[in-house]
């Protein structure tokens, strides 16, 4: 509890590195994107967790510096690798998200909403990572201070929502991808929405799915059709069904259909479309090095 309370503070509280952002002092903005690359690469690099974990919240007061910067959402941070930045297709909001990784096998993440907001000032919603005091998060809806985390690497737009996808390595045998669902309002942030329209999913507020960590799992946006594609996922032996640490993609694709207000899942689709002009507009499951950058090794 304690350090769930430091991380708080350290988002909410108010630092040194502000001033010099706004007055340039050290190249303001951009010399504040410097220091948060070499913390960066202490988060993913340096052998000693109690290190990274010193790094990480370096990093986090370091960016909300740079982010209380004046018009600091035009910044797009371009250096930053190790963490995925990604802007709404309406150009409404931000969201930055990455990951910790500790020496057991498992993960902290770590996040925030950034709005873009007409005068420039900073509107911001800390993303606090509660994986594991969400007791059922396929049907929890959750603030931006109880996320069940995840790095982020494509927003959708969604009727009056936003659809997440994300990678959320979990521990040493399980590794999960993320379908998310942010909203918007003038009370604030909400995360999940029951829009999942399958027999198994029910009352679904978010998607997750759970799968060997040694496996590899696509799940990603097809712009021209309205889908999200997907590998459908099996156990590698029936004797294994429901120990999700031995599932993997069994080399078939199923397909959540954007319907307007939610998505409908669609199974074992085809994927023989004839080569287009138009296929580079869109990510292709075939295609991973078009995926953006999001810090990620194997996403």
């Known amino acids: 509890m304690m350090k769930r309370f430091l991380i ?11 001033t010099m952002a706004q007055t340039g002092g050290g190249n303001g903005i951009k010399g504040l994107q410097d220091s948060l690359v070499r913390l960066g690469y202490v988060i993913y690099n340096n052998p000693s967790e109690p290190e990274r974990i010193k790094a990480n919240f370096s990093f986090v007061k370091t960016l909300v510096a740079a982010l209380k910067a004046p018009h600091s959402y035009r910044f797009d941070f371009d250096s930053l690798d190790m963490v995925s930045i990604l802007v709404s297709p309406d150009d ?5 998200s990455w990951h910790l990784q500790l020496n057991d096998g498992s993960y902290r993440y770590y996040g925030a909403i950034q709005l873009n907001t007409p005068d ?3 509107q ?7 994986t594991y005091e969400i007791q059922a998060p396929e049907t929890a809806v959750t603030t931006p201070e109880s996320w069940y985390g995840a790095q982020y690497y494509r927003i959708i737009p969604l009727d009056d929502s936003y659809v997440l996808l994300g990678w959320k390595g979990h521990n040493p045998h399980l590794t999960q991808k993320v379908i998310e669902v942010l909203q918007l309002t003038s009370d ?5 929405k029951p829009i999942f329209d399958s027999e198994s999913t029910t009352g679904y507020t978010r998607v997750i799915y759970r799968y060997s960590r040694q496996a590899s799992m696509y799940l990603d946006y097809d712009r021209a059709a309205q889908r999200l594609i997907l590998d459908h996922l099996a156990p590698s032996d029936d004797r294994h069904e429901g ?19 939610g998505l409908r899942l669609v199974s074992d689709i085809p994927l023989t479309n004839p080569p287009s002009p138009s296929d580079e507009l869109y990510n292709d499951p075939k295609k991973a090095a078009g995926h953006p950058k999001s810090g990620l090794s194997s996403p």
Do not use: C, N, V
């Open 8 to 18: 708080l503070i350290i988002w909410l509280g108010g630092f040194a590195e502000y």
């Open 92 to 96: 409404r909001f931000r969201i930055f």
């Open 120 to 122: 420039g000032s900073l």
């Open 124 to 130: 911001l919603y800390p993303l606090l990572d509660k």
């Open 188 to 192: 604030g942030a909400r995360l999940g």
């Open 243 to 261: 120990a999700y640490e031995h599932y993997g993609p069994d080399l078939t694709y199923d397909a959540w259909q954007l319907t307007g207000t």
